[in-house]
Every structure is written in C-alpha cells, then in structure tokens.
C-alpha cells in the first residue's frame, strides 16, 4: 500500500517537472515570438525609411534648363515642340510609303571584331515579298532588287577628290543585294543581342578622339552626333523591352536607368542630335512637300501628305532654327567634312558586322537617315537640293527622326515609372507589411490568452502541491 502511495507521490512530481518544463517552453516561445515581432517592426520602419528616402532623392523628371549645347534652342522649347510634332510623325511612319525602306544584309563584315551569335528568333526579320512593293518603286521588269544604284563614288579615292568635285554619298547599295523591310512588321526591340563591341568599334575608329571639352566644336559634335544615336537606340530597346523568357513586352525603366537616365550628358546629346534632325527637316522642307508620295493608295498618301505638311508646319512655326548650320558648318574644313562622310559610312558597314538582323536594320537606317540629315546640312542650297531626295534617303530620315522624337518623348515617360514604382513599394511596403505585423501580434495575444486558459484548467489540481497530496494520503490512511 505504501508503495503504490510513493507511486502516486512519484508520478505526480514528474507531472510538475514536465509541467515546468512545458511552462518554460512557452515561455520561451512567446518571449521568441515577441522578439520576432519586436525585429519585424524595425524591419518595417526601416524599410519604410529607406524606402522614402530613396523616393525623397530620386530625381522625378529631368531638368530641362538652359541651351542645348552647340544648338540655338534651349531644352523647354526643343521639348514643346516635340510634343507636339511626336503624335504626327509617329502615324506618318506607320503609312506605307514611309514604313518600308530598303537594305542591303549581305555585306560581309569588314572588320575583325569578333562574332557574337544571336540566337533568339526576335533577331530573325522578315523581308517583302515582289507583290507587296508597290510597282512604281519597282524597275520595269518589277524586281525589287534590280534598283538604278546610286552614283555612289568609290570612298577610298574621294580623298583625292577638290570640293568642286566633291559629293555628300550616303547608300551603298548593291543591285543585286538589296531587299525590302517592313519597319513596322519587324519593330525595334530588345532582342538579347549584345552590341556593346559594335558600338565600342564605332567609338574606337569613328570618332575624334579625347575630351568632348578640349575639341573644337566641329570635332565635338560629330560625336555627339553619334553619341546622341546611341543614346536613341537604348532608349528605343528599353522603350520595347521584350522579356525572352515569356515573349512580353514592356518598358524596362530600370534598363533605361541604367545606360541612360543616369546619364544627363547622353540626355543632352539625344537633345542635340533632335535639334540637327529636326534642322535638316524644316531647311529640306520645300523639297519634302514637292516630293512624290505614291505607294499606290490614294488614301494612305492623302494621310501621308497631310501629316507631312503638319509637321513641317509645326517645325517652321514653332521652332524654325534649332540648330544654325550657317554659323556651324561655315567654319568647318573640305577635309573634316570628308571625315564626316566617312565616319558615317564606316559606322554603316560596321553595322554589317551585327549579328542580329533586326539590329542590323534599325541600325544601318538610322546612320542612313543621320547621313541623309547631314548630307542636307552640308548643302549649299538645301531647299533645291532636298528636291532630289530619293525614296529612301527620305524614308531614313524620317524614320529616324521618328526614332529619336520617340526616345525625347521617352525620357518623361521613364521618370514618371520610376517614380509610380517607388510610390507603389512604398504603399506595399506599409500595407502587407502593417498587416502581417498586426497579424503577428494578434497570433502572440492568442497564443498567450490559450496558454493561460490551460493553466487555469490545470490550477488547484494535486499535482500543484505534492506535499500536501502527501499529508493528505497519511491522514486517510491514519
């Protein structure tokens, strides 16, 4: 009897020494969960700070103050007037006779740059077939390859040419080589191609060389010309960000961000090559309007005229010398304007050496349409000479005038994603934040409220005080 009483006596102790053990357990759990919660909040603040900080530093637009430099035409009204003229000019390239543009992709690369494949199918083009090139393009025997070829000078001898002979050649197109693209069918976009060595050769061996600050203007703004370029076409791809893995597109503001909004300078120079562009087209426009638009729909070249004619309107109203070629070029040598010309043509044929076909395309037009733009500013009468435009030099131009009035109307579009993307964590941040951290205290306020109801069912049992469970088991047995 007394054994099985020492049993009892026994047992009910471990059940305290287990109890404890217990009761110190969730100790410990609530005292881990209130630390858990304790850290979540400062996690919380301080993302919160940093956050808002952030935000509070982030440039929310660029600053449009002062002169382009080497332009006559300050930010604000540059901006004005592209606004404006963007709306146009982006229908006008979507018109039949302005959206297909002829290119030669079979010029070997020249250079030893080394290959860089590309490899995803957005770097594959489609070209026109005969039947859709209008017929009036075509020659009499309607091939879309047997084009008159330019007078196109050997390049090699010109330097040996006087400037009465002299002659501004943009296109080096072979007869039987060249081939019609759909500019709109095959948009420019990021294709995974990386072209950073393309554009490293052109910078290496097409521009003068040194600090943009220590060059005369003339050297100065050739490479701005191109830096401008460059500037565009990051723009354009970061505009039109194709994600591979799911096939989207989408702006990508933090690629933009990256090559270029962190960038002022390259801002400034897309401002500058926009002011030449926008130049060469108000001085060509007697030229333009008289040109011959007819891709065979009386429709599309009604539209097409229209929208031409409002452009250059707005141009010559609102902003009629952006850039004074006069005061430019008059200073600049017969020798540096052959530079000029054969600096645009390398950039060209190292745009043979582009992998991708879609990059390659964008890339030779918007040199042809700076070579054309240019080729309207070295001219002594432009408003004759743009008469003599041809199809394609005309297409390039506004094509690529299109392109860079694209990336300026970009760059507020960019700083305005940017700035909804903080604004949007900030407002995550505190939301899914705040609830989780309310969510965490309410499970801790439950968790202890469920511990202290089984403690109260557990109060005032035996095993609450062994001794006297003790005292009392003699007593009956006595």
């Not at 919160?48 to 509070?56: A, E, F, K, P, S």
């Not at 008059?330 to 052959?338: E, G, L, P, R, V």
């Amino acid at each position: 009897m007394q054994t099985g009483q020492d049993d009892i006596v026994d047992e009910l102790a471990q059940l305290k020494i287990q109890r404890a053990k217990r009761r110190q357990r969730k100790e410990w759990e609530l005292k881990m969960m209130g630390k858990c919660i304790s850290s979540l909040i400062y996690a919380y603040i301080a993302g919160i700070i940093i956050t808002g900080l952030n935000y509070l530093l982030l440039e929310k637009s660029f600053k449009y103050e002062g002169i382009v430099e080497d332009s006559c035409q300050d930010f604000k009204t540059l901006k004005s007037v592209n606004d404006q003229i963007f709306p146009l000019l982006d229908e006008l390239t979507y018109k039949k006779y302005f959206k297909i543009f002829r290119v030669n992709l079979e010029n070997d690369c020249p250079f030893s740059i080394g290959e860089y494949i590309c490899t995803s199918k957005k770097c594959v083009i489609c070209t026109c077939n005969t039947s859709e090139i209008p017929s009036n393009w075509l020659s009499p025997v309607s091939s879309p390859i047997n084009q008159p070829k330019d007078d196109f000078a050997f390049w090699e001898s010109e330097r040996y040419l006087s400037p009465s002979e002299w002659i501004w050649h943009v296109e080096d197109i072979d007869n039987d080589k060249g081939v019609y693209v759909d500019l709109k069918l095959n948009p420019e976009a990021f294709t995974g191609y990386q072209g950073q060595h393309i554009w490293d050769v052109i910078y290496k061996e097409n521009c003068y060389q040194g600090s943009l600050n220590e060059m005369c203007r003339e050297k100065r703004a050739l490479n701005k010309l191109i830096q401008g370029l460059h500037t565009s076409i990051s723009t354009q791809l970061s505009e039109f960000y194709v994600d591979l893995s799911t096939n989207k597109t989408y702006p990508n503001y933090s690629l933009y961000f990256e090559r270029v909004g962190n960038h002022p300078e390259r801002i400034r120079n897309l401002f500058f090559i926009y002011s030449v562009l926008l130049r060469a087209v108000i001085l060509a426009s007697p030229g333009i309007q008289t040109h011959d638009i007819n891709s065979m729909s009386f429709e599309e070249d009604t539209r097409s005229k229209y929208l031409l004619n409002a452009i250059l309107s707005l141009g010559n109203n609102q902003c009629s010398k952006p850039f004074d070629e006069q005061q430019f070029f008059n200073q600049i040598t017969f020798d540096q304007k052959k530079d000029y010309q054969r600096y645009i043509h390398n950039i060209s044929r190292i745009m043979d050496c582009v992998e991708c076909q879609k990059c390659r395309v964008f890339g030779k037009m918007q040199t042809y349409g700076l070579g054309t733009a240019l080729k309207i500013l070295f001219s002594e009468s432009p408003s004759e000479f743009s008469g003599k435009l041809k199809r394609n030099e005309l297409v390039a131009l506004i094509n690529t005038f299109g392109k860079v009035s694209s990336s300026v109307k970009s760059i507020d579009l960019m700083f305005e994603r940017r700035t909804k993307y903080y604004q949007n964590l900030i407002l995550t941040i505190t939301i899914i934040g705040g609830v989780f951290i309310i969510f965490m205290v309410a499970m801790r306020k439950i968790y202890s409220e469920m511990d202290k109801k089984i403690q109260n069912m557990f109060r005032g049992m035996p095993s609450d005080n062994p001794q006297k469970t003790n005292r009392n088991t003699k007593s009956k047995r006595d």
